[in-house]
């Protein structure tokens, strides 16, 4: 499942992981971070593409400078959030074991922070190199043996993580049978509060055809369960919301590292959610940028 980083001192960071299954429920690392954290705040990241030389760019981009900006911004926050989701991607782009290593020491301040990292597999990283550079967590363990999936509990939400990685450096992606029937029991197991959704890729179609090979497999695990609220994403290095004919609400959440267009935005996104739905921030890494501060408010479907 995605790596699930607890809240924890320098000296344990990594030795100690929080996998989250079926029926997770908040274990005591979480319990306690929550004192002081605002339990109602998330942070969704998506696209960090870290590379293993911290000096590298790419499109007139320092991706390692991007991520420290938006550590820092997250370290500014007045209360710390609930936990920070990264919707896949992680590495720069074959999902090198050193890339992953480079990760491992940028997400050192916020773990030494005590703020909860949840991560996620895109079709630039490799989830063997992931597990390994990550956690030493056996496949015998993971609630879909093939894939990374999660379930991060809230107060006022549950948060299901996915795995759309089909091949590394393959832009499509997949989720495939096992994984949608985790997904259907996980969310009928867990039917009291609001369910979002996090993957990588994106769930609209383009000349006739989804970044996900199996997005209408997916649509028919989540449009009739009225607990799922919205589906929150990366993958295209675009920042936008829109809402289907079911009221399910879509994220596309902007990319922390570079953009294709340079008009458009990279950052990240503060979720603040409330009883009957969720308040969303746009925190671009240029606090110049027009678009820094939008707020989108959504409202649940009903159910």
């Known amino acids: 499942m995605p790596i699930c980083m607890p809240p924890i001192s320098r000296r344990s960071f990594l030795h100690r992981s929080l996998w989250a299954g079926a029926g997770l429920a908040f274990a005591p690392a979480l319990r306690a971070a929550a004192k002081d954290a605002d339990p109602h705040l998330w942070a ?16 007139g981009i320092s991706m390692v400078g991007h991520f420290q900006t938006v550590t820092q911004q997250l370290l500014a926050l ?9 919707a896949g ?20 301040p916020l773990s030494a922070a005590r703020y909860p990292v949840h991560l996620a597999l895109g079709n630039h990283d490799h989830r063997e190199r992931f597990l390994d550079a990550l956690t030493e967590q056996p496949a015998t363990q993971r609630p879909v043996a093939t894939h990374l999936v999660a379930i991060i509990p809230g107060w006022r939400a549950n948060w299901f993580l996915l795995d759309s990685l089909e091949q590394t ?8 049978d096992a994984q949608l029937n985790w997904l259907a029991e996980a969310l009928d197991r867990h039917s009291d509060k609001p369910a979002l959704i996090v993957l990588h890729h994106n769930l609209d179609a383009k000349n006739g055809a989804f970044s996900l090979k199996d997005a209408p497999g997916l649509f028919e695990v989540i449009r009739p369960r009225k607990q799922v609220k919205a589906c929150v994403f990366g993958h295209t290095h675009l920042w936008r919301t829109w809402t289907d004919e079911s009221g399910i609400h879509y994220i596309n959440l902007p990319p922390v590292a570079y953009t294709f267009q340079p ?5 990240w996104v503060q979720a603040a959610l409330a009883r009957n739905g969720v308040k969303l921030k746009l925190r671009c890494v240029d606090p110049k940028h027009p678009s820094h501060g939008q707020v989108v408010d959504l409202i649940w479907r009903a159910g």
């Open 78 to 86: 007045p209360r710390r959030p609930a936990g920070i989701l990264i």
């Open 169 to 176: 450096l393959s832009t499509p992606g997949l989720l495939g």
């Open 44 to 59: 969704l990241l998506a696209d960090t593409h870290i590379p293993a030389d911290r000096t590298k760019t790419q499109r």
């Open 263 to 267: 008009a458009d935005p990279s950052g």
């Open 89 to 108: 991607d992680l590495a720069l782009n074959s999902g090198e074991a050193a890339d992953y290593a480079t990760l491992r020491e940028l997400l050192r």
